[in-house]
């Protein structure tokens, strides 16, 4: 998946089909007509603010919707567009009053299967702006000039993605940066969204993070193969953008409250839980754990992570304590996660499996 556009415009030759010089200026675009035009496009497209498309992918959340739609609508920003896509099987009255009377103003985008990865790389091929924001529909913005925080970071050629930071609407809690979190292979577990430092990442919050449309496409978008919960998918992506040569950012300026809504989204509340549901969550959880370690983790250290999450969501001492028959349930789910992880990987191209073999340690310098 190429930017057509993108490419045509670095291929076009400055003069003419040939790429030849006009007769007179010596070298190609010595001439002083074309330094002056040049110089001219330059200031244009320096002045000019960058097309930004935000995605915002929504299941069943209702009032939670409709707040952040309406921060949304609400920004300050000359060149933005909106694109909703929408998993939710019934909306209620309300809802639909809302997206009735925004339609001008909103692309809605309808997906009858629910999944996150499969709705944001829908809303990435719909998307027409040179940066793509995503956002969880369960976030409340309050900086009108939310959308230029992010767009001014893309002044840097270097800057592939940008990680904004979010704030827990149920705590307001400010964490602490972490310095552990600028290493590509464990950065991950020490990373906090909340904090005033600006960093280097390896991973973004799916709540609140923007990249360049042209190195998404040229990456493929974001990986379909995380399954249900999709756990770690940006981690996957920014891990590939690295590897592609460009930077993410974490940027504390582009702020978010996030209220973790449930229903929808990924339903990360079974992360604490112990019923039935929470085990067959925690196999897409499992799964989407070790696929990621698979494919960017140096193998020497794949049987420690391997071991740290059986400790961490199996032998958890909160867990023991629920007695034998609920460790058997979880660790069923340990097996099934880390057996289809493999059986995942292995159906990777096979290029693309040596590649991510051969750059595993390429990125920790």
Known sequence: ????????????PSHG??????????????????????????????????????VMATYRREELLRAALEDVLALKYPELEIIVVDQTPEHTPATRALLASVADHVRLIHQA????????????????????????????????DFVGAHAKNYDDP???????????????????????SADPVFGFFHTSWNHRTRATVYSAPGANMSFRREALVR?????ERFVGNAFRFENDLVLRLSRAGYVVV???????????????????????????????WYVAFFHNQVY???KHTPRRYLPGRCWRLYRSHVLNRPYLVEGAGFV?????????????????????PRAERYAVEASSTRLRR
Request: aromatic share 4%; glycine share 12%; net charge positive.
């Open 158 to 180: 270097r800057v592939g993605g940008v990680a904004g930071r979010v704030i827990d609407a149920r705590t307001r809690a400010e964490g602490r940066y972490d310095a552990r």
């Open 1 to 12: 998946m190429r930017s057509a556009t993108a490419a045509s415009a670095r291929c076009s």
């Open 17 to 54: 089909s040939s790429g030849a010089s006009p007769a007179g200026c010596g070298r190609r675009g010595a001439c002083p007509s074309s330094r002056r035009r040049l110089v001219a496009e330059r200031r244009v497209g320096e002045g000019a603010p960058r097309r930004v498309s935000v």
């Open 219 to 223: 990456l493929g978008g974001f990986d």
């Open 113 to 144: 299967r629910p999944h996150v990865v499969t709705a944001l790389n829908a809303g990435l091929a719909a998307a027409r702006g040179e940066i793509v924001l995503f956002l969880d529909d369960d976030i409340r913005i309050t900086d009108p």
């Open 250 to 280: 974490f940027d504390p300026e582009p702020e978010v409250l996030h209220f973790y809504g449930s229903p929808g989204g990924s339903e990360n509340r079974h992360l604490l839980g112990r019923d039935r549901a929470s085990h067959a």
């Open 292 to 294: 990621c370690d698979l």
């Open 328 to 348: 058997l349930h979880r660790h069923a789910a340990f097996v099934r996660g880390v057996s289809g992880a493999v059986a995942t990987y292995a159906r990777l």
